[in-house]
């Protein structure tokens, strides 16, 4: 079946760039039927959903973070990728990549098991 | 964009009982809901999509309903793995968003 796993520092400097990696296996991150997300999760607070990129390199964020933030995908190695730059502790949060399925489910049915991000000097 | 918002922030209750979990869109959005489980240091977990469909594997005991602004999750008889933060999710449109979470105690 479907797995994701996150990969990236835990540590990033502020007014630095995060860049994030989520690993696909199992199948094919080039399949027209999903797209692939990143959320994080504020400790203490609530899940918070940051865009999704499709196998075709289309991309849509949220608007919120969008002038920090850019996804990419290497259909090659199925993967995709986040870069969120210009950090803060803000940013300080768990990292999910996770698969949206919009025209079946219409749900986040697969998720990774996340990654702890600090933004701290 | 909608706002998701879930009541109780949190809710205690006993092993056996049946509790009910609510969560209202600030515009309508068909039956575009899902539900997830989260448990401390876990991903959260997909229980419920389309507002009502089970998801493949979640016990029957999970039951969504509701339509347009207003939807709801049973539980109807809670066992101690159920003890975790509920999420809602709209799925209408983009930026996808969730609610803030009931967070379910052990009375």
């Known amino acids: 079946q479907v797995q994701l796993q996150e990969s990236g520092p835990g540590l990033v400097r502020p007014s630095q760039t995060l860049s994030l990696t989520c690993t696909v296996s199992g199948g094919s991150i080039s399949t027209t039927d999903y797209y692939w997300s990143w959320i994080r999760h504020h400790p203490g607070k609530g899940l918070e959903w940051i865009g999704y990129i499709y196998y075709s390199g289309s991309a849509y964020y949220n608007p919120s973070l969008k002038s920090r933030v850019a996804m990419s995908v290497d259909t090659s190695k199925d993967q995709f990728s986040l870069n969120l730059n210009s950090v803060t502790a803000a940013d300080t949060a768990v990292y999910y990549c996770?698969?949206?399925?919009?025209?079946?489910?219409?749900?986040?049915?697969?998720w990774g098991q996340g990654t702890v991000v600090t933004v701290s000097s | 964009d909608i706002q998701m918002t879930q009541s109780p922030s949190s809710v205690s209750a006993s092993v056996g009982d049946r509790v009910t979990f609510t969560c209202r869109a600030s515009e309508g959005i068909s039956t575009w809901l899902a539900w997830y489980q989260q448990k401390p240091g876990r991903a959260p977990k997909l229980l419920i999509y389309a507002a009502s469909r089970l998801q493949s594997g979640v016990p029957s005991r999970f039951s969504g309903s509701g339509s347009g602004t207003d939807f709801t999750l049973t539980i109807s008889s809670l066992q101690p793995e159920d003890f975790a933060t509920y999420y809602c999710q709209q799925a209408f449109t983009f930026p996808r968003s969730f609610g803030q979470g009931t967070k379910l105690e052990i009375k």
């Open positions: 996770a698969r949206d399925a919009p025209y079946g489910l219409h749900a986040f049915d697969i």
